[in-house]
């Protein structure tokens, strides 16, 4: 996987490199497991699924990037990486990047609507970032 798509990021200034850090690392693997965990809970409401799920597949797709070595200036930029960082496909990364628009209208605009099969989706993207995450770990 070559990172020169990461290091075009850096030259225009939407990444910073910054070394890696194993506790960062265990702890952000640790935050998405929690959330991943939860937001499989059928007895949350479908906003709280979503909402769990949305910030695991950040902490993951965040830990992919730090153990890059490098820090993003947005969250969206985080989900941008992925195909970079983990090699996430073009499919599960549009699955993503629905999400975090569904999530800007429900943090921004008061959306609340969750559509299932969006969650659904969404909750097997993030497994699949767990599992390629938690290989880039010590």
């Known amino acids: 996987m070559s990172s020169a798509e990461l290091e075009n990021l850096v030259r225009i200034g939407q990444l910073?490199?910054?070394p890696p850090d194993d506790d960062e690392l265990r702890g952000l693997i640790h935050s998405g497991a929690v959330r991943l965990k939860d937001a499989r809970s059928p007895r949350?409401?479908?906003?709280?699924?979503?909402?769990l799920a949305y910030?695991?597949?950040?902490?993951?797709a965040l830990a992919a990037l730090r153990a890059r070595g490098f820090r993003a200036r947005?969250?969206?930029?985080v989900f941008q990486a992925l195909p970079h960082t983990l090699g996430l496909e073009s499919s599960d990364w549009r699955v993503l990047?629905?999400?975090?628009?569904?999530r800007n209208l429900a943090e921004?605009?008061?959306?609340?609507?969750?559509?299932?099969?969006?969650?659904e989706?969404?909750?097997?993207?993030?497994?699949?970032?767990?599992?390629?995450?938690?290989?880039?770990?010590p």
């Open 16 to 18: 910073h490199p910054e």
């Open 44 to 51: 949350l409401s479908a906003e709280s699924r979503f909402d």
């Open 55 to 60: 910030n695991a597949a950040h902490a993951f």
């Open 74 to 77: 947005s969250r969206y930029l």
């Open 97 to 102: 990047d629905q999400a975090h628009r569904k």
């Open 108 to 119: 921004y605009e008061g959306e609340a609507e969750i559509d299932e099969a969006l969650l």
């Open 121 to 137: 989706a969404l909750i097997r993207v993030v497994t699949q970032l767990e599992d390629r995450a938690r290989a880039l770990t």
